[in-house]
Nanobody, 126 residues
Framework: QVQLVESGGGLVQAGDSLRLSCVVS????????MAWFRQVPEKEREFVAS????????YYVDSVKGRFTISRDNALNTVYLEMKDLQPEDTAVYYC???????????????????WGQGTQVTVSS
């Protein structure tokens, strides 16, 4: 059974940085594309960033380009989200997600990611 465990969230001030981590167990991590999504109350879960299984290709939502960086360490079964210059609008619960099927083309679509973590809260004060 695949498990995803996020960590690294917290309360920060505008302009600060945070690094989220997600450790995956129960599957061959290096075969699966990974992604980060975020959600605020009463809104749809939003795509933030994704990375292919080899770590050679990444996508970002426009609002985080230049500030967030997704990366992975296949030896540690871990995907990261480095977040810089955080703003109040980045406040959300951040979820790590693993693709439903191994290999394949990395996407931004929530439907392509079938395994999810429990989420970690990121709160940015102004």
């Amino acid at each position: 059974q695949v498990q995803l465990v996020e960590s690294g969230g917290g309360l920060v001030q505008a302009g600060d940085s945070l690094r989220l981590s997600c450790v995956v167990s129960g599957r061959s991590f290096s075969r699966y594309n990974m992604a980060w999504f975020r959600q605020v109350p009463e809104k749809e879960r939003e795509f933030v960033a994704s990375i292919n299984y080899g770590g050679t290709m990444a996508y970002y939502v426009d609002s985080v380009k230049g500030r967030f960086t997704i990366s992975r360490d296949n030896a540690l079964n871990t995907v990261y989200l480095e977040m810089k210059d955080l703003q109040p609008e980045d406040t959300a619960v951040y979820y790590c997600a693993s693709a439903t099927h191994p290999f394949g083309v990395v996407t931004r679509r929530r439907v392509d990611f079938g395994s999810w973590g429990q989420g970690t809260q990121v709160t940015v004060s102004s």
